[in-house]
């Protein structure tokens, strides 16, 4: 029989807005769509990971003890020897739901084919990776002849896309690359970023996961302290358990222990017995 039971709920409480919801501090949730393709992983001494496609066309690194900040890299090549066609980079304070997005339909993709995830026609509409901002409620900000740049309501989460040429090679390492996003009030706050010739519909996966209304769920104990004036908290309720089955039941009611048998008789009178002697 098929389990049809819900997956427990991750965390104590749901967060609104989800792009303020802060890291889970754990990748589990963003590596299991290509861990399910079976690709190749491997850890350093340090503790990073890295995961490839068995053709070394599609690489991802986490990691946690990495030079920088860069948490999350993810890179795709035409040829396995030659220079990264495209590079996305989330950092180590990004909520966990935009990547999961993105490296879900990254395993898709990959199994569709190159030209799914390695799509460079410069004819690639963008607007469709803003568009989900846009129906989200998020505005366009003073026009620059460099960059179009969004924001939320709120002002706490961004995105902005440079026109104009860039360094190929600057793109994959710095923060100067052609779609950059970000989250958080003034201090350190989460970003990421993608080069010229990810695909569109790649990032369209992430800001839809950004734009997207629903809470996410976080543990209150691990929620950034900087964040808390900027979120609304709600419990997370346990579902009530199922209603028990006719199966259930009927097991149930065969576990109940059974009154104990007695070898003692009990005398039944009727008319026709004999009345006991009188006790003189």
Not at 139 to 162: K, M
Request: net charge negative; hydrophobic share 35%; with cysteine.
């Amino acid at each position: 029989m098929t389990d049809t039971a819900p997956e427990p709920i991750d965390g104590d409480v749901y967060v609104t807005p989800r792009y303020l919801a802060g890291s889970t501090w754990t990748g589990d949730a963003a590596l299991r769509p290509l861990f399910e393709l079976g690709w190749d992983r491997h850890n350093d001494e340090y503790g990073n990971l890295y995961v490839a496609s068995p053709d070394r066309k599609v690489r991802l690194g986490f990691l946690p003890e990495g030079d920088d900040d860069g948490l999350w890299r993810i890179t795709a090549y035409r040829d396995p020897f030659a220079a990264p066609a495209w590079g996305v980079c989330f950092n180590d304070m990004t909520p966990i739901e935009p990547v999961t997005a993105f490296t879900t339909a990254l395993a898709t993709a990959y199994a569709q084919g190159p030209d799914n995830y390695l799509h460079l026609d410069a004819r690639q509409d963008h607007f469709h990776a803003v568009a989900p901002l846009l129906k989200g409620g998020w505005t366009l900000q003073h026009p620059r002849w460099e960059a179009l740049e969004l924001q939320a309501a709120d002002g706490l989460a961004g995105l902005e896309y440079t026109t104009g040429r860039l360094d190929e090679a600057k793109e994959l390492t710095t923060l100067e690359a052609r779609w950059y996003m970000w989250g958080g009030p003034k201090g350190p706050r989460w970003y990421a970023t993608a080069s010229t010739a990810t695909p569109v519909h790649l990032v369209t996966e992430i800001t839809t996961a950004l734009a997207d209304p629903a809470p996410v769920p976080r543990w209150q104990s691990g929620i950034l302290s900087s964040l808390r004036p900027h979120i609304q908290l709600t419990p997370v309720v346990p579902p009530p358990p199922p209603a028990p089955t006719p199966l259930d039941v009927h097991r149930r009611a065969g576990a109940r222990p059974q009154p104990a048998l007695t070898t003692t008789s009990v005398p039944r009178w009727s008319t026709s017995s004999r009345p006991a002697a009188a006790r003189r």
